[in-house]
């Protein structure tokens, strides 16, 4: 099983670019999340998702947009990226009855 | 405010000994608390969790307690190897339903 995979691994943007960052997952999950990891931060939820057509915002939801069409796949975009936004980015799903979430490997953003 | 406080970003244990780290938080009311492992350049993999109605939880080498009074869970890591060093993250939520929130956590070292 591949479990949770994101694409891009790795990136590089200039200023005021845009791009999105995809998670998939093939666990049938119900829930998914996107969450930053920054030096003396540790991990903070940007988005998340309770289910298909469904998002709600975290701590840190400004800059970002996201968007689950399919139960598998939860896409996080950046429409314009700033310095500010480079950091590693994590999507986790759960299943409904448990709470361990399963990371991706994360995908590594660098803005310029 | 809410906090989640891991007790000291570094701790250094030669092997064989029980590594003990520490999760405090405030302002929650958490239905249960989890921890997770992370390797550099990985993602979170998921170690254990403890519901609010648990005092302990052991897995292979690995110990949680809870204590919801105290407002703090220790986890421990009897008979360390060198293998064992790694991030180790402390996450909670307030119900089944609400994203985890993670501490910033402890990176473990244990040196042969």
């Known amino acids: 099983n591949a479990g949770v995979t994101q694409t891009p691994k790795f990136r590089v943007l200039k200023t005021g670019q845009s791009m999105t960052l995809l998670c998939a997952q093939d666990m049938n999950h119900e829930y998914m999340y996107w969450y930053r990891q920054d030096p003396g931060m540790g991990l903070r939820l940007i988005h998340y998702?309770?289910?298909?057509?469904?998002?709600a915002k975290g701590e840190v939801p400004d800059g970002y947009n996201v968007s689950r069409l399919k139960k598998q796949n939860f896409l996080l975009g950046l429409e314009s990226a700033a310095p500010s936004q480079t950091s590693v980015y994590f999507c986790?799903?759960?299943?409904?009855?448990?709470?361990?979430?399963?990371f991706g490997e994360g995908s590594r953003l660098t803005v310029l | 405010s809410q906090k989640i406080e891991q007790n000291s970003e570094a701790l250094n244990i030669q092997e064989g000994k029980t590594a003990t780290l520490t999760c405090n938080y405030t302002?929650?009311?958490?239905?249960?608390l989890q921890w997770y492992r992370q390797d550099p350049g990985r993602g979170p993999v998921f170690l254990l969790l403890?519901?609010?109605?648990?005092k302990e939880k052991r897995k292979e080498r690995l110990k949680v307690t809870f204590d919801t009074t105290l407002k703090q869970s220790l986890f421990h890591i009897t008979a360390s190897q060198p293998a064992d060093s790694a991030t180790y993250l402390c996450a909670l939520a307030n119900s089944g339903n609400t994203p985890l929130v993670f501490g910033k956590g402890t990176r473990l070292s244990v040196i042969a």
């Open positions: 998702s309770v289910g298909e057509g469904t998002t």
């Open positions: 403890i519901r609010e109605n648990e």
């Open positions: 986790a799903s759960r299943g409904t009855n448990t709470g361990e979430l399963f």
């Open positions: 302002n929650y009311s958490p239905a249960y």
